[in-house]
């Protein structure tokens, strides 16, 4: 039986998704969530095996809190979760310093809070599973939402390397790309007006939002297929080191790599010459 801690419990969400297919497995949980009351129904139907920590993981003491709550409660944590984030959408040159500030505290630095405050129980136990929520923005940087793909990228880079250094301890590390799936991640765009200070950006930015309410509740991607796939990522003897979620998701990130391939080799000669002769 494993414990769980999850974070973004959001009901509709792929937090909620992997909280239910890990009860399905007879394992336990800690699903956090902002407002715990929206969960509090949900969870009386698992009795002992379901703590709801409350949680705003931009918040690194309520972070100790609850991870402390959670191990106390069931005696340690064997799979992270890193689910809770959210997309912004805007130009890079025009979104205001504080949006693209307050981004990066809830996709990538709360990340790093939630990571550091669970490591040091899995190492005392020498195993473990983190699971980063990435996006396929985070391999693919998408039109108007270059300040997410860039708090996306970050989230890769620190996944790739924190992967090389906790495997030696027996913990496993896995990035995780969802495209566009069935949650409630779309939902906000017909309520929230653009704050966009450069009116040269409007015509993309009004595009990208029509684009993503035409799409809510369309989305291909299935979140309890996703989650599925996932769990059959980390019963491999030899996983990959990052999963995409879903066939456009997949197709894209497959063309921006090749892409990215064969341009970086288009200039071989040119970096190889770089070198001081005869090194």
């Known amino acids: 039986m494993k414990t769980w801690f999850i974070t973004g419990g959001t009901p509709g969400g792929f937090g909620m998704a992997y909280a239910e297919a890990a009860l399905d497995n007879g394992d336990r949980v800690a699903l956090t969530v902002r407002r715990p009351e929206e969960l509090r129904q949900w969870a009386q139907r698992y009795g002992e095996r379901v703590l709801i920590p409350p949680l705003d993981v931009t918040d690194p003491t309520a972070v100790e809190q609850a991870v402390g709550a959670a191990e106390e409660h069931f005696g340690g944590i064997d799979v992270l979760v890193n689910n809770a984030g959210r997309g912004w959408y805007g130009s890079i040159e025009g979104m205001a310093d504080a949006d693209v500030r307050r981004m990066f505290e ?7 809070s939630v990571i550091r405050a669970v490591l040091p129980g899995m190492r005392a136990r020498g195993s473990g599973w983190i699971i980063n929520m990435s996006s396929v923005a985070g391999l693919c940087g998408i039109d108007g939402f270059g300040y997410y793909s860039a708090s996306k990228f970050a989230l890769e880079a620190v996944t790739e390397v924190l992967r090389a250094e906790v495997a030696p301890l027996g913990i496993r590390v896995l990035a995780v790309e969802p495209g566009a799936f069935r949650t409630r991640a779309y939902a906000g765009f017909a309520d929230d007006a653009l704050q966009e200070t450069i009116t040269e950006y409007l015509p993309m930015l009004d595009n990208v939002r029509k684009a993503m309410i035409d799409e809510d509740g369309k ?3 299935d979140p ?11 019963a491999q003897d030899a996983p990959p080191h990052r999963l995409v979620l879903g066939s456009a998701g997949f197709d894209a990130v ?3 790599l090749e892409s990215a391939l064969a341009d970086v080799r288009a200039s071989e000669t040119l970096a190889r010459n770089a070198d001081f002769p005869g090194a």
């Open 254 to 256: 497959v063309t921006t």
């Open 224 to 234: 309890q297929r996703g989650v599925r796939a996932v769990l059959a990522v980390m």
């Open 219 to 221: 989305q291909p991607g």
């Open 106 to 112: 809830l996709n990538f630095f709360a990340v790093l």
